[in-house]
């Protein structure tokens, strides 16, 4: 995987840069829908190319692993082929996941013994048979295991989380450059960088990995990761204001799990090349639109007779072809189209909005476009 940086903001670390992959180019700054359990809900693979117009999507360990299992991601000959998905692929480790499920999951020195929340079955991720995992799941990029430490965590909480996320980092990067790829593309790893809210946990974390790491060239970035689990938002941007600087110009920056249009903004002005988040589709099934604008309920009886376009500022199909009123009635009357026509009007935005946001650095006036942008963003229309 190489990144080649190709703009910058005279007034932010906002910068556009493009990675490759066997499976093709990324540019950046890039926001990737979240295809879960290898489907991003709601949306054909034909509209995420031609009409989203998604570079990337993502998969997840913990859910691929427990169905449809390895054994037939092994049989497919990996999840691209599974899914039919021809274009780049990111799957996170499955900590997150396993961090949600607290009460029916522990964690130890040797990795995370956890329950299945399908069957209550008992499984183990260790560092080890995690990269063994998503050899076999086949992504082109690879997060490390890690513990997502919960953002309201005390200090000693949060250094044991770090101290323990970074064993699991040594282990997991000596198994990832022992065993190579099974699908003959080549796949690169993320470390994590955790630390929760705290200024030197997080920069003994980029320490930790850059010694670690060196230049080594199966190391295709850097992510940041226990951001929006329950600290405040300001938290965040501090954390990233601390961090994006002190990782190397080389390599994207991936914020974990981040977040509305505005986070997204802010983030890429702190120097954040990558996002992800299940926001747009799980608000789009509850009838959330977001726009240029603000956001708009569905729900609300405001729409009912608005027989005008969808959204006029709109790229995705569905902003041109059905109406207000149309989707409104859909939403009401709990009509599965209504998710799905949601999903990829929200989906088009976010990838409009990162596109938005890559040429206005280009053309050097992101920084007063971002903060003209970003008061509307949040608006509730």
Not at 63 to 86: N, S
């Amino acid at each position: 995987m190489n990144f080649v940086q190709t703009a910058s903001d005279p007034h932010s670390l906002a910068r556009t840069g493009v990675f490759t992959t066997d499976h093709g180019e990324v540019r950046t700054p890039i926001f990737m829908p979240v295809g879960t359990v290898g489907a991003v809900k709601g949306v054909y693979h034909r509209d995420l190319k031609d009409d989203v117009r998604a570079e990337i999507i993502l998969g997840n360990t913990y859910h691929l692993y427990l169905r449809p299992g390895l054994d037939i991601l092994r049989q497919a000959g990996g999840l691209h082929r599974f899914e039919a998905w021809d274009r780049p692929i990111l799957t996170d480790s499955g900590g997150f996941q396993v961090f949600s499920l607290t009460g029916i999951r522990k964690l130890t020195e040797e990795g995370c013994t956890f329950r299945s929340h399908i069957d209550g079955s008992r499984h183990v991720f260790t560092p080890e048979n995690n990269v063994d995992t998503q050899r076999v799941i086949g992504a082109d990029i690879v997060m490390a295991l890690d513990e997502c430490c919960p953002g309201d965590a005390d200090i000693r909480y949060a250094t044991k989380s770090l101290e323990l996320t970074q064993r699991w980092l040594e282990r997991f990067f000596r198994r990832f450059c022992e065993t190579e790829p099974l699908y003959g593309h080549d796949q690169a790893m993320f470390p994590i960088i955790q630390g929760c809210v705290y200024p030197e946990l997080r920069k003994r974390a980029v320490d930790h990995i850059l010694s670690l790491t060196g230049d080594c060239s199966r190391v295709g970035g850097f992510a940041i990761g226990g951001l929006a689990v329950g600290e405040p938002t300001e938290k965040m941007y501090e954390v990233l204001e601390q961090v994006c600087p002190m990782l190397p110009a080389g390599r994207p920056r991936y914020l974990m799990g981040v977040g509305t249009p505005a986070n997204l903004l802010e983030g890429i002005a702190r120097g954040v090349d990558m996002f992800d988040c299940v926001m747009p589709t799980r608000n789009a099934r509850n009838g959330s639109l977001f726009t240029w604008n603000g956001v708009m309920n569905m729900r609300n009886a405001k729409w009912a007779d608005d027989f005008s376009p969808l959204d006029p500022d709109g790229t995705s199909f569905v902003d041109r072809t059905y109406t207000k009123a149309y989707l409104h009635h859909l939403v009401i009357a709990g009509e599965m189209t209504a998710a799905m026509i949601a999903s990829e009007h929200n989906l088009a935005f976010y990838l409009d909005l990162v596109r938005q946001a890559r040429a206005h650095i280009e053309a050097g006036d992101f920084t007063p476009w971002k903060e003209a942008a970003v008061k509307k963003l949040g608006m509730r229309l």
